[in-house]
C-alpha cells in the first residue's frame, strides 16, 4: 500500500508491505522519520492518520500514552497496513509533527534482515552475549542498535551492538535479563540449548547516538547495566581509528553488585593500551566498599552508590569538546541530563542518550 | 483590555520561568533579564510540561526530553528543535507582569494545514 506524507511543500511517498510497520518502511525508503525507540515505548514516532486506515498494533504500548485519539494519533514503529486493504489502489496520507531530516551525510539506511543467532555466551547470572550473522554484510555506526524479532514472539526488541567493524555480517549483542520478558525467556532458553541456531527477523541499523571520529570529541561515557553494549561498540571504534592519539574516554559503568559486573577484561585490556587516555570507573549501587568481596578489578577504579551521582561527580564543567554518551535505564539518563547542561554546561548538542526502556 | 496580571516581577528570577494560571490560561513566564516573556506550558515537540522538562540556562531553553532549545527572549529554535515557541505579549507595569491574552495559544500537530 502507498503511504503518503505532506509536510509545507514536501511530499514523501513510500510502499509499505502488508503487516511492515510503518516506521521500518518510511526508514527503508529513505526518509528519515522521528523515532528514537523504535519499539513503542518512547512516543517519539507519533503520526497522525488524515486520510485511509491503518492497523495501529500494540494497543497497549507504552508510548501510546498522551496520543490524542480523536487526532487519530498512532505510532509509526507499531503501525502497520491493514492485511486486508486493496493492496496497489489503497493510499493512506499521514500528518508526521516533527521534521523529516538527516542526522549526518553518512546516515545509514536500515533495513529488513534474516539473521541466525549463534555463540551464545553467559557473562553472568542475568547477562547473555550473543552473536547474529546475517544474511548479508551490513555497515553501522558504533552506538546504534538494531531491532529483532525472535520466532513466535510479538514485535522486535531493540538490542544495541557491542561489536564494531567498518563492514561485517557478524553483530554481537549483549541481553542482561528482564523478569517475564518474552524475548529475555527466549534468549536464556536457547543459550541452554547448546549449538542449536535460530534464524530471527531483524530490522537495522537504528539510533542517533552514535559516534564518529571526524567530530573530534573526547568521550564521556555513563552507562547503567546493558547500557555498557553500545559504549562498547563506541570504544573500539575509537580504538581502531586511531581516535585515543587525540582524545581521551571517561567511562563511568554502573551495576548493582559484584555479581552483576561483566566486560572487565576487555575494558581493562583497553586501559592496559592507553593508560593516560582512557579512565574507567565501575560503580557498585549496592556497596559502599568492595571489602569482602572476591572481585580483581584491575586498572579499572571502583565508585559507589548511583552511577549518575559519580559521573556528575567526575565531569569537569565548561567541556565544550567532550560528547557525552548516555546509555541505559531512562531514570538514570533523565537524572544526568539537566545537570549536564546546568552544572558541567555542556551544550545540549554534545548529549547523545539511548533510553532502553 | 485583554492585559492581565500574571505575576509580580520578583516572582520569576533572572534566567528561570515559572508557570502561572491566568483567567483559567496556563503560562510559563520566563524572565530574561531585561523583561519578560510568556509562553505556553508545553514544549511544541511533544507537549512536556516545560515546568517538569524546561531548563533555564544563559538566556536558552532546553527540553530536557530531546534536547530541543530557543532563545529565551525570541522564542526561535535552535539546533535540534524544529519548531520556535509561541508566545504572548507581555509588559511589566508597577512591579507587576502582565500578559496580552486574546486566546489561548497551542501548539499545531503538525504545521503544514488544519
Ligand atoms: C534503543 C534501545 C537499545 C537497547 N539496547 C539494549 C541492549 O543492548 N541490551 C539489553 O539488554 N537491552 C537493551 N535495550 C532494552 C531491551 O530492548 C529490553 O530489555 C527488551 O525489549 C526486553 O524484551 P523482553 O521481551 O525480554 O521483555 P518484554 O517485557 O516481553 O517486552 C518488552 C518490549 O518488547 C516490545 N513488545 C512487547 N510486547 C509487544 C507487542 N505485543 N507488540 C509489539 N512490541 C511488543 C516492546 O518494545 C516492549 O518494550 C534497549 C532498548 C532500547 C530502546
Ligand atoms: S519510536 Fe515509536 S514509540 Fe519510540
Ligand atoms: S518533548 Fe520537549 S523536546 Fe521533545
Not at chain 1, 84 to 95: P, V
Not at chain 1, 171 to 178: D, I, W
Not at chain 1, 223 to 239: Q, Y
Amino acid at each position: 500500500m502507498k503511504i503518503s506524507i505532506e509536510k509545507k511543500d514536501q511530499h514523501y511517498s513510500f510502499e509499505a508491505q502488508p503487516g511492515e510497520k510503518l516506521l521500518y518502511a518510511g526508514l527503508k525508503a529513505g526518509f528519515p522519520l522521528p523515532y528514537e525507540c523504535a519499539t513503542g515505548t518512547c512516543g517519539t514516532c507519533r503520526a497522525r492518520v488524515k486520510e485511509g486506515d491503518i492497523e495501529e498494533g500494540w494497543p497497549e504500548a507504552p508510548g501510546k500514552k498522551g496520543l490524542k485519539e480523536d487526532r487519530r494519533e498512532f505510532l509509526l514503529c507499531q503501525a502497520y497496513v491493514k492485511e486486508d486493504s486493496d493492496f496497489n489502489n489503497d493510499t493512506c496520507l499521514l500528518g508526521v509533527p516533527s521534521a523529516i531530516k538527516q542526522f549526518r551525510e553518512d546516515d545509514l539506511t536500515p533495513v529488513h534482515h534474516q539473521g541466525e543467532v549463534r555463540n551464545w555466551e553467559r557473562l553472568n547470572a542475568e547477562v547473555l552475549q550473543f552473536d547474529v550473522v546475517l544474511d548479508s554484510a551490513i555497515q553501522f555506526h558504533a552506538g546504534q542498535f538494531f531491532v529483532i524479532q525472535a520466532p513466535g514472539i510479538e514485535g522486535f526488541r531493540a538490542y544495541s551492538m557491542v561489536n564494531y567493524e567498518h563492514e561485517t555480517n557478524t553483530l554481537t549483542f549483549v541481553l542482561k535479563n528482564k523478569k517475564n520478558g518474552a524475548f529475555s525467556k527466549w534468549a536464556f532458553a536457547q543459550a541452554n540449548e547448546d549449538g542449536e541456531t535460530k534464524e530471527v527477523s531483524l530490522f537495522g541499523p537504528l539510533g542517533r547516538a552514535t559516534f564518529h571520529p571526524d567530530e573530534a570529541n573526547n568521550l564521556f561515557l555513563v552507562a547503567g547495566g546493558s547500557g555498557i553494549a553500545g559504549l562498547m561498540s563506541i570504544l573500539r571504534h575509537a580504538d581502531v581509528s586511531g581516535h585515543f592519539d587525540n582524545y581521551s574516554a571517561t567511562l563511568l559503568f554502573g551495576v548493582r553488585t559484584v555479581d552483576d559486573v561483566f566486560y572487565l577484561a576487555e575494558l581493562n585490556e583497553m586501559v592496559g593500551r592507553y593508560p593516560n587516555q582512557i579512565t574507567v570507573h565501575i560503580v557498585f549501587s549496592d556497596h559502599q566498599s568492595l571489602a569482602g568481596h572476591d572481585l580483581d578489578l584491575g586498572r579499572l577504579n571502583p565508585g559507589f552508590g548511583f552511577v549518575h551521582e559519580q559521573a556528575l561527580a567526575t565531569i569537569e564543567p565548561n567541556l565544550t569538546d567532550t560528547m557525552a554518551y548516555l546509555a541505559g535505564p531512562p531514570p538514570m539518563i533523565d537524572a544526568l541530563i539537566r545537570p549536564l547542561i546546568l552544572e558541567a554546561k555542556l551544550p545540549a548538542n554534545k548529549i547523545r542518550y539511548d533510553k532502553f526502556g | 483590555m485583554n492585559w492581565k496580571v500574571a505575576c509580580a516581577a520578583g516572582d520569576v528570577a533572572v534566567d528561570s520561568m515559572k508557570r502561572f494560571d491566568v483567567d483559567g490560561v496556563s503560562l510559563m513566564i520566563a524572565n530574561v533579564g531585561d523583561g519578560f516573556r510568556a509562553y505556553p506550558p508545553v514544549c511544541p515537540h511533544m507537549e512536556e510540561y516545560l515546568e517538569n522538562s524546561g531548563i533555564c540556562a544563559g538566556g536558552v531553553l532546553t527540553c530536557d526530553r530531546h534536547l530541543w532549545q530557543w532563545d529565551m527572549k525570541t522564542g526561535e529554535p535552535q539546533g535540534p528543535a524544529e519548531k520556535p515557541l509561541l508566545m504572548y505579549e507581555t509588559k511589566e507595569e508597577g512591579g507587576e507582569v502582565l500578559v496580552f491574552i486574546e486566546q489561548e495559544l497551542e501548539y499545531e500537530f503538525d504545521d503544514d494545514d488544519d
